[in-house]
């Protein structure tokens, strides 16, 4: 394990947070490229186990994964600085953007346009990563099957905890020579969500990323107090298990139902947004805040929902060690993570129905997505967003 001095450790996670495009998937592909497969700072069935339980931890995972390697690093503030270093440019940009969306709008000539060919191209980042990890957590037929299933619960609006929960039974159970009771509970959960489907009309999906939501007028216009955005932030931290998408039903019950400082409408185009940029997608917590409060609003919300991340990996890190050696636990993780591959694969179909509109837009997926796939360059994430930018405008 290397010992980073200390601006190098917080620049090396800045770039990271600078390259981090195409949302969890590609950003933690991108940190086990560089610190596993090509420096080899732990073994790829360690980092597998980690990725594993920071999926059931509150908060973004590639954000808790940096903290994690900037404590193997220099200690809990090396930490500190990497989940800093990670979260910083993200937040720079998104609150850069809340602030010209509240001065002059998305209806600038061409934006439109632009902003659809961007959510294109990260829509193919989303499909090329869900391959490359995938290539490492799925290796046997169970790993496949509990890949698969969980992809199938996740489009029928299954909800996650119960879907991992099975995932890594079904694994332990199956590794330990129980797989007769393996092949019952696989059979009980597609019984479960079978009956779920029938009686709820059909696969839900992620409805709210659909833009089918109707807005709630009317929408606050005095400023919410800072100590309110900072609780419903940490709130919402505290909540996201089993992926950023989890907080979304939390902030749009404060930001839209409750408080009514923003409208539906408004919440989306913040989902949109973060969408773009090099960030968790917990990052539109800063456009909700902005929106709830001005510029100390979009910084207390923002403090307030990756709060949980920073502490539940600096304060349960030796914790954590000893659990994921633990060969009971790390068969359960390994059956665990191959489920949220699932759960990743499900929340990607979502997003492929909404971004590919047409078919300009299939033949943008396709060409991004043969260039991602030939390409080993570091840049080629910012280089395809960019291109799609350009396609865009044109």
């Known amino acids: 394990m290397p010992r980073d001095p200390w601006l190098r450790l917080f620049l090396r996670f800045l770039r990271f947070g600078a390259l981090a ?113 995938g290539e490492h957590v799925v290796t046997d037929r169970w790993l496949w099957g509990i890949a698969i299933g969980a992809t199938v619960a996740q489009l029928a609006g299954i909800h996650f905890g119960i879907v991992l929960t099975v995932a890594g039974a079904v694994y332990l159970l199956a590794q330990r020579q129980f797989r007769w009771l393996a092949w019952a509970s696989a059979a009980a959960t597609a019984a479960g969500v079978i009956g779920y489907v029938v009686a709820m009309g059909g696969l839900t999906g992620l409805a709210v990323l659909s833009g089918s939501a109707a807005d709630a007028e009317p929408v606050r216009r005095d400023g919410m107090p800072l100590l309110a955005l900072f609780w419903s932030g940490l709130k919402a931290g505290l909540l996201t298990f089993g992926g950023a998408y989890t907080v979304i039903p939390f902030l749009q019950r404060d930001a839209v139902t409750q408080g009514a400082w923003m409208s539906n409408t408004q919440f989306l185009d913040g989902l949109a947004l973060s969408g773009l940029l090099p ?36 304060v349960g890190h030796d914790a954590l060690e000893r659990v994921v050696h633990q060969p009971r636990i790390r068969l359960f993780l390994e059956g665990l993570t191959a489920g949220v591959v699932g759960l990743i694969a499900g929340t990607t179909l979502a997003l492929i129905k909404v971004s590919l ?24 994430i910012p280089a395809v967003i960019a ?8």
């Not at 291109?387 to 044109?394: D, F, N, P, V």
């Open 279 to 314: 960030a968790p997608l917990i990052i539109f917590s800063t456009f909700v805040g902005y929106l709830g409060g001005g510029p100390w609003g979009a910084v207390m919300m923002t403090v307030g929902i990756f709060l949980p991340a920073f502490a539940f990996t600096l």
């Open 387 to 394: 291109a799609a930018a350009l396609w865009g405008w044109l």
């Open 357 to 380: 509109t047409g078919l300009e837009a299939v033949i943008l997926f396709a060409l991004v997505l043969a260039v991602l796939f030939a390409s080993k360059a570091k840049l080629v």
């Open 21 to 133: 495009w195409g949302g969890p998937v590609a950003q933690i592909a991108m940190i086990r490229q560089e610190l596993v497969d090509e420096e080899r700072w732990v073994s790829s069935a360690q980092f597998n186990r980690v990725l594993a339980v920071y999926q059931v931890l509150p908060g973004p995972e590639a954000h808790e994964l940096c903290v994690y390697f900037g404590m193997r690093s220099r200690g809990r503030w090396g930490g500190v600085l990497a989940g800093l270093g990670f979260m910083l440019p993200g937040f720079v940009l998104m609150f850069a953007l809340s602030w010209a969306y509240v001065r002059y709008g998305l209806q600038t000539e061409g934006v439109a346009a632009v902003f659809a060919a961007v959510q294109v191209a990260v829509a193919a980042l989303i499909v090329r990563a869900v391959v490359r990890i």
